[in-house]
């Protein structure tokens, strides 16, 4: 998440990764109404009404593993209905992130889909805990969500009722120049 981006969320959760405990710290995320309107523009939905973040942050190395859980309601327009209706997401997290310099930015690519990911870079020695619920809640939510029981119905054929443009030629076809056949 860029500088600008966390910026407009207006919540932030940072940690100091040098302060922590050896065996780590638990954190509890939950925030207010505010934080959570911004969120909810900056995932683009209508409302976050609850959200709680569960996070055991523990040294790893030369920096930091994240794991927990994000447990929080979004209100999405249905795609069939377009009524308002509100979405349970339980979302696990486990990251890690690490000091530059220490494996976080490589220059060769491997694409392996069974490896872990990268560790992301610490900045400042600090993370926020807030922009990894916004990463995590953005990359999870639904983007063509379905409100419970709405069922698409499509409209009625009415090109199979109406007679085709060339019946009515063929009609056409057989009148005189006064109109009459």
């Not at 998440?1 to 405990?21: H, I, R, Y």
């Not at 447990?71 to 209905?81: G, K, N, P, Y």
């Not at 805990?129 to 054929?157: C, H, M, N, Q, W």
Request: hydrophobic content about 45%; glycine content about 6%.
């Amino acid at each position: 998440m860029t500088d600008k981006q966390a910026s407009e969320l207006n919540w932030s959760f940072p940690v100091a990764v040098g302060k922590l405990a050896e065996a780590g710290e638990e954190f509890d995320l939950v925030p207010d109404e505010a934080a959570r309107e911004a969120l909810a523009q900056f995932v683009d939905v209508l409302a976050v009404p609850s959200l709680h973040a569960r996070f055991q942050v523990r040294p790893s190395g030369r920096g930091v593993r994240v794991d927990g859980s994000i447990e929080v309601v979004v209100r999405q327009a249905c795609v069939v209905t377009l009524e308002p209706f509100d979405n349970p997401i339980l979302e696990t997290v486990s990251l890690s992130f690490a000091q530059q310099g220490s494996g976080a930015q490589e220059t060769d690519i491997a694409v392996d889909p069974t490896a872990d990911d990268p560790p992301e870079p610490l900045v400042n020695g600090m993370i926020d805990l807030a922009a990894v619920v916004a990463e995590f809640l953005a990359l999870t939510i639904d983007p063509y969500p379905r409100k419970p029981g709405a069922v698409f119905s499509p409209p009625e054929d009415t090109a199979a009722k109406e007679p085709s443009p060339f019946a009515v030629l063929e009609k056409l076809k057989g009148r005189t120049d006064n109109g009459k056949a």
